[in-house]
């Protein structure tokens, strides 16, 4: 690993800490990043699970210093992502994440057309949110959400952002802070699968996930001083950027 390789692990990381924790789809950065490396798409998919699971732990240690994350609330969310990223990192150490494609495609383009067609779905900071027990429908979402994460990671927050603002009414800052706890517990999860079957690079990964940690502490502020028309455009942006490099990849 040369300096160049160093250099872009780093700068990756810094923008995919940045990104997911206002948005989502840092992953597209950093697994082309680590497979510049020339990792196999496997070991890649688990070595990015190191800077995933760090970045999540700064954004929860921010967010819960600004006063935005509920460890109240995020108890029951937590079950169903658990349950559904063990069951998907399980499937990801044996399978190609290339299964999971149309799942990524369909929940970038559903994303885009709640925010351009139906903005209302994502509320402000003035809405009441839901617990589980109002809507327990969004239990389906937050295990897929789980499920995919566990799988492959990328894109992963758009679901969990469909479950916590669409379906159970959080604000974008709120939904963003549980979002963040929710990849570092089940990303946690998928990550004790990988290294038990021995598929973690770890010098590359642990360069990367320091680098996330930079990211998050420049963008948790920014997130929550951000306005709700700003985040919402973050959210948009990104989501279109992750569905048309899922197209190019072909």
């Not at 929940?107 to 139906?118: A, E, G, S």
Request: with cysteine.
């Amino acid at each position: 690993m040369d300096l160049i390789h160093i250099v872009v692990l780093v700068v990756s990381g810094i923008l995919a800490g940045f990104i997911n924790t206002i948005a989502g789809g840092g992953s597209i950065l950093t697994l082309p990043a680590l497979m510049l490396l020339g990792m196999p798409a496997d070991i890649a998919n688990a070595t990015n699970r190191v800077g995933v699971f760090l970045q999540s732990v700064a954004a929860m240690h921010g967010f819960r210093q600004h006063g935005k994350l509920s460890w109240e609330a995020l108890w029951p969310i937590l079950f169903p992502t658990v349950i559904g990223s063990l069951a998907g990192s399980l499937f990801a150490s044996y399978l190609s994440p290339e299964l999971l494609k149309p799942l990524l495609l369909g929940t970038m383009i559903t994303m885009m057309m709640v925010i351009l067609l139906r903005p209302q779905m994502l509320p402000d900071g003035a809405s009441i949110p839901l617990s589980l027990r109002e809507k327990p429908s969004a239990a389906i979402w937050l295990f897929v959400a789980g499920l995919y994460g566990g799988f492959v990671q990328a894109g992963v927050g758009f679901i969990l952002i469909a479950a916590l603002a669409g379906s159970l009414r959080y604000d974008l800052v709120r939904a963003n802070a549980l979002k963040m706890t929710c990849t570092g517990v089940f990303g946690l999860v998928a990550l004790v699968v990988f290294v038990a079957r021995d598929q973690v690079d770890w010098v590359p990964g642990l360069i990367m996930g320091v680098s996330t940690i930079l990211g998050v502490r420049m963008s948790v502020r920014y997130a929550i001083n951000a306005s709700h028309s700003t985040l919402k455009a973050w959210l948009l942006g990104m989501s279109l950027i992750v569905c048309v490099a899922a197209l190019l990849k072909g």
